[in-house]
Each structure stands twice: as structure tokens, then as C-alpha cells.
């Protein structure tokens, strides 16, 4: 076996399908747990009020940031007068 050969099959070795589903798959279960561990009990901030969701995740800040064109200062101000002086966003 020579070493151009070697070099052929590795340059064009490609990750199946399977192995994409498989990392796609782990990333999605991190992050869920991330998610569960971020409102959960061991939290160091669970005590700190706010919404639950913008604790797990950054869904509600990408939202207004981005589908209502920057509007996430002016939700945050909302939950201040909901939720009190401090809050987890």
C-alpha cells in the first residue's frame, strides 16, 4: 500500500448521515439538560424571580431581539415591574 493511496481515501472520506444525526441528536439532549440544570433547584441564581423560560434559555431574547426588531430592553423593563428590582433574563 502506497502512500498516495492513503491519501486519496482520506481526502475523500465524507461523515454519513448517521454521524450527523447522532452529534445533531447528543447537541439537542445537552441542551435540553443545560435547559433543565438552568431552572432547577441546584442553580446557584434559582432563587432569583423572572420568567422560567428566559432562565433556561436565550429563546425570548433572540425573539424580541430579532423577530421584533430589538425590542427585548423594553421587555426587560416589563419584567422589572412584574418580577421586582432583580430578575433572571
Known amino acids: 500500500m502506497d502512500s498516495t493511496s ?3 481515501t482520506s481526502a475523500t472520506w465524507l461523515p454519513s448521515a ?4 447522532g452529534l445533531v441528536g447528543f447537541w439537542l ?8 440544570y438552568n431552572i432547577s433547584p441546584l442553580h446557584p ?6 420568567p422560567r423560560l428566559a ?3 436565550y429563546w425570548p431574547e433572540f425573539y424580541h431581539d430579532v423577530v ?3 425590542c427585548y430592553t423594553k421587555e426587560i ?5 412584574v418580577y421586582g428590582e432583580l430578575i433572571t433574563t
Open 6 to 8: 492513503i491519501e486519496a
Open 18 to 21: 448517521r454521524h450527523i444525526l
Open 29 to 36: 439532549v445537552y441542551k435540553v439538560l443545560e435547559a433543565m
Open 45 to 50: 441564581l434559582n432563587s432569583i424571580p423572572g
Open 55 to 57: 432562565a433556561a434559555t
Open 68 to 70: 421584533k426588531f430589538g
Open 77 to 81: 423593563s416589563k419584567m422589572h415591574r
